[in-house]
């Protein structure tokens, strides 16, 4: 199996892809820190994915920002700043819609496959009980609207395509530590473990669809 990791310098995205190599598959690893690829300008995914050949049983995308920019999520509405409401839209919707714009070409379409990009439960807007951290959670809903909408078109030239949004829940990185608050955290091993499970027994029935690290459906 080959697998695409875009984000790999991440927490997340370092163990997915050494948890991938342990499992035998042969692992492309994409980050801004070594690869220069700049989820926020379409000409950086262009150039990156663009000079990758052949197809991808598995493409995740592990990117994403909590704090951006030296600015935390807004408690209230007071907070909202339309700079950082774009930064944070930019990064963690358009980027990772952009890189399922670029990767189709990437996906087989004569063999099970799966795209995944990671959400947020804070995205969703049925799950929502505490408010705040607007922007943040904006950013993750249009994400899930944009993998769902996505998944629709991929279906038609790829029937056996999974193109999903996953949850890894609270994991001990950079990104979370300082928000964790009373939350159980896993480490990203675990979290890896946890996703790489879940996309082995995702069908294409249920392309389109937000999940947890357990397999669970997560409402929009």
Not at 33 to 51: I, K, Y
Not at 62 to 85: C, F, I, Q
Not at 121 to 141: C, F, P, Q, T
Request: proline share 5%; glycine share 10%; charged share 20%.
């Amino acid at each position: 199996m080959r697998a695409l990791v875009v984000g790999a310098s991440g927490g997340i995205g370092q163990a997915l892809a050494a948890r991938l190599e342990a499992q035998g598959a042969q692992v492309t690893r994409l980050s801004r820190r070594a690869d220069g690829l700049d989820l926020t300008d379409e000409a950086s995914l262009l150039r990156v994915l663009g000079g990758l050949e052949g197809s991808f049983e598995r493409i995740v995308v592990a990117t994403g920002a909590l704090e951006l920019n030296g600015v935390a999520p807004e408690k209230a509405l007071r907070s909202l700043d339309p700079a950082a409401m774009a930064a944070q839209f930019a990064l963690n919707a358009t980027g990772p819609a952009l890189v399922l714009k670029h990767a189709v070409r990437l996906l087989p379409r004569d063999r099970p496959s799966v795209f995944a990009a990671l959400s947020a439960r804070v995205g969703s807007i049925g799950d929502n009980r505490l408010g705040g951290w607007h922007s943040y959670r904006a950013a993750k809903a249009a994400l899930n609207q944009f993998i769902h909408t996505g998944a629709i078109e991929v279906a038609r030239s790829h029937r056996q395509a999974v193109v999903v949004c996953l949850h890894p829940g609270t994991v001990d990185t950079p990104l979370t530590r300082a928000y964790a608050g009373g939350h159980p955290v896993v480490s990203p091993d675990q979290a890896a473990g946890n996703l790489l499970a879940v996309m082995e027994v995702l069908r294409p029935e249920q392309t389109g669809g937000f999940f947890d690290w357990q397999g669970k459906e997560i409402p929009w």
